[in-house]
């Protein structure tokens, strides 16, 4: 399939699309987004990721010039354009192009600046994670709060490519306290004698909407995570490690520093849960973001 971009309503071949160079957001990561996926060819939980791009967006003082109804409807038809087959989606809303390379405010006139991309979803089967806890340390939320998805990330950026470099293929933040945080582009799980625990949002994480669904599918099933400061003693004592995101869903972490975690490999209830996560996913297409999509796409009567 060819990768597509549209820019404020225009669909190109992403390699043909371009933004200005006084684009905030390619100038300051003045801008926020949202990695989205089609399961049965629907942007899966879509109106959750729509949320919290608002949110993201209240966060650093954008508010959103398109409507839930104008943003689906870009989506669809690039999503159209782009031929079959499951999809990557990537919406990025930009503070817009600027009338000068000055951060106040005042240069910032707008309109936003509204791209979609949408490519072919990559394949993470058999996906596993050996983690390295790097020095760097999350963003503090009195500095940028990580639950802001801005397009500054270079946070993330840089942790995952310090990770790399010490032979380990993601990393796992630490907070100013020492407390877990997450991964660079995931939330972070363990498992500790039958008990699913997780950072609270507090420790400075992103709200994942994978992470928020595993709440709920695994409270219905009578094992909802509890969210409890973790430290690094807690995670090297875990049984089972798992990582949770929109484009992976749940994915082993087999050693963290160099330490085998659950012998290795991915552990039964990390199999579990991954099964029921799948089946949960399958019910919400179904039940709600199939026809809810259908519904708000569809072109005007
Ligand atoms: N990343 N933490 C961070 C820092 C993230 O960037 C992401 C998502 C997550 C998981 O959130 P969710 O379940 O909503 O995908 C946690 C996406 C996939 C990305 O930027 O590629």
């Not at 597509?4 to 300051?28: H, K, M, Q, T, W």
């Not at 959750?48 to 109804?69: K, P, Q, T």
Request: glycine share 8%; proline share 5%.
């Amino acid at each position: 399939m060819t990768a597509l971009c549209n820019l404020n309503g225009v669909i190109r071949p992403e390699n043909e699309s371009a933004i200005p160079v006084l684009d905030r957001g390619f100038l300051f990561g003045d801008s926020v987004y949202e990695v989205m996926r089609t399961r049965d060819s629907v942007p899966f939980a879509w109106q959750e990721h729509l949320d919290r791009l608002r949110v993201s967006a209240a966060g650093i003082a954008i508010e959103v010039e398109l409507s839930d109804r104008e943003i689906m409807s870009r989506v669809r038809e690039t999503i159209a354009a782009s031929g079959p087959g499951e999809k990557y989606l990537r919406i990025i809303i930009t503070r817009g192009t600027g009338s000068a390379p000055n951060i106040d405010f005042s240069c910032a006139q707008g309109p936003q600046t509204t791209v979609i991309l949408v490519r072919e979803l990559p394949g993470y089967q058999g996906l596993q994670a050996r983690l390295a806890v790097v020095p760097r340390l999350r963003t503090d939320r009195r500095a940028l709060d990580p639950a802001i998805k801005s397009g500054n990330y270079l946070n993330n950026v840089l942790g995952l490519a310090e990770a790399k470099a010490a032979g380990a293929t993601d990393c796992l933040f630490l907070n100013a306290e020492g407390r877990v945080t997450e991964a660079s582009t995931s939330n972070f799980f363990l498992i500790r004698a039958g008990e699913v625990q997780t950072p609270p949002l507090s420790a400075g994480l992103l709200a994942g909407i994978t992470r928020r669904m595993l709440f709920d599918c695994l409270g219905n099933s009578g094992q909802k995570p509890r969210e409890c400061d973790l430290g690094q003693a807690d995670v090297l004592a875990a049984d089972e490690i798992f990582l949770s995101s929109t484009l992976r869903d749940i994915y082993p972490v087999v050693s963290v520093d160099g330490q085998e975690i659950s012998g290795g490999t991915m552990g039964p209830r990390t199999s579990e849960i991954s099964q029921l996560f799948a089946k949960y996913c399958r019910r919400k297409v179904e039940e709600i973001d199939g026809p809810e999509y259908r519904r708000i796409t569809a072109p005007a009567e």
